[in-house]
């Protein structure tokens, strides 16, 4: 029976998040997670990453790379990050790279945030073994900046990558 009742939690604690329904979303940044597509990105679906998008702007769907002024330091720091991307093995133009300077100049807030954080979400992702350093130092960003979530999701990928042997792997 005990047996019975850990296995039942363990499928309860490893289900996927509940995902929100379109038409229930107050921002049109919840309609874009909702949606699993943003436009701006170079690849656009991001339904892989909707769960975790959920839970990273749960519940006011605000965004978190934005001020009133454009980007957060944090941002551009993170913009720095995947345009460098090929100084890890990696093709920048992946993390939307040569499109960075066009979305700011054009700003639409909601594009933008999502698709910074799936861009994040993806370089993290594609990120070799070996470079958990890379993880550590983004997952600081997100703690600076006071989003907790995304720092778990940053410290689970370095300690999934460290226990499995995970390479580098495709946008």
């Not at 073994?129 to 979530?149: C, E, H, K, N, P």
């Amino acid at each position: 029976m005990f047996r019975l009742v850990a296995l039942f939690g363990l499928v309860t604690a490893l289900a996927p998040a509940q995902f929100i329904q379109s038409e229930a979303c107050p921002t049109n940044l919840c309609r874009l997670v909702a949606h699993g597509r943003a436009p701006d990105l170079r690849y656009p679906d991001f339904v892989d990453f909707r769960s975790l998008l959920v839970e990273f702007y749960a519940p006011t769907y605000s965004p978190v790379w934005l001020t009133e002024n454009g980007p957060t330091p944090q941002a551009l720091a993170l913009i720095a990050i995947l345009k460098a991307a090929n100084l890890k093995g990696l093709k920048p133009e992946d993390y939307n790279a040569d499109l960075w300077d066009e979305q700011i100049a054009h700003l639409d807030r909601s594009q933008f945030d999502v698709c910074l954080t799936v861009s994040v979400m993806r370089y993290l992702a594609d990120l070799p073994i070996a470079d958990t350093v890379s993880l550590r130092l983004l997952s600081r960003i997100f703690v600076a900046i006071g989003v907790g979530l995304g720092a778990g999701w940053a410290t689970r990928e370095v300690n999934r990558k460290a226990h499995t042997g995970v390479q580098a792997g495709g946008a």
